[in-house]
């Protein structure tokens, strides 16, 4: 039998592109048929057993791949990760099998008399040896306890902290080695934060950052867009705007780097029609393919 021709170049397979689901749209979603490869849902709010929820998630998990995107975790967490919220989650991705199980580069845990609390937000890490040993730790903790790869976000941080030794790709690629972890890379953060520090250039500075990190490490693409700041004012990573025409340009960046990427529009406030949130979601595979057809 003649052997295979390993010359033959084989087709770069086709990368996923999907929409973050929030609960006005959950009707629509479920009723129609649409141009989507997955569906992501945010974690903690499928935490309870059984009733409602897990119906929702049945017909969503019927319907779509479902990715898992957590807000809670805490990776950064001094104190460690709740062991009553990893069971939950454990149970939920042994349950449902998602496409992905995500979290972000933040703290969020921490002891107050005696009692491990929550803080209710995405606390920023300083960038050190002492934080990424902490860091590494829990997620070597959470991928073993999961037997699976945890993908970590980077998020947007409204200040700078003294405690800095490293930069934050440096950070980002030290965890990446030392835990074999993947990246969900969201790009509108990376432009925030450059705004917000009053880069000059802010896609010239985002272009940088995408080139210091493995790119062989990013499995998802994170993209959003936000309210226009007042005079003077911070941005405000509040995910309430179509994805901007610098976000649009960076993921044409982020794709030449990583071909097999997938791809997430997340809109959390001020919500659109579905049909225009889909919209959103072909715009990212009408980039896809015009960078295939090119290569």
Known sequence: MPQADRSVIQPTPVPKVGVGLRHPHFREALTGEWNLDFIEVHTENFFAEGGLTRVLLEDIRSKFSVSFHGTAMGLGSAVGISARYL????????????????????????????????????????????????????????QDMLGRQLLVENIVSYIELDANTLTETEFITALVERTGCGLLVDLNNVLVNARNRNEPDPIEFARDWLSNIPAKAVVEL????????????????????????????LYRDALALNQTVATLVEWDNDLPTWQILVAEANKARLHQRALHQNA
């Open 222 to 249: 994170h993209l959003a867009g936000y309210a226009p700041p007042l005079d003077g004012g911070l941005i405000i990573d509040d995910h309430s705007q179509p994805i901007n025409d610098e976000c649009w340009l």
């Open 87 to 142: 069971q939950r989650l454990k149970t939920l991705v042994d349950e449902y099998q998602p496409l992905f199980v995500s979290d972000h580069l933040c703290f969020a845990w921490a002891d107050i008399k005696g009692n491990q609390s929550h803080a209710g937000d995405l606390l920023p890490l300083p960038f050190n040896e002492e934080t990424l040993s902490i860091l590494v730790d829990n997620v070597r903790r959470v």
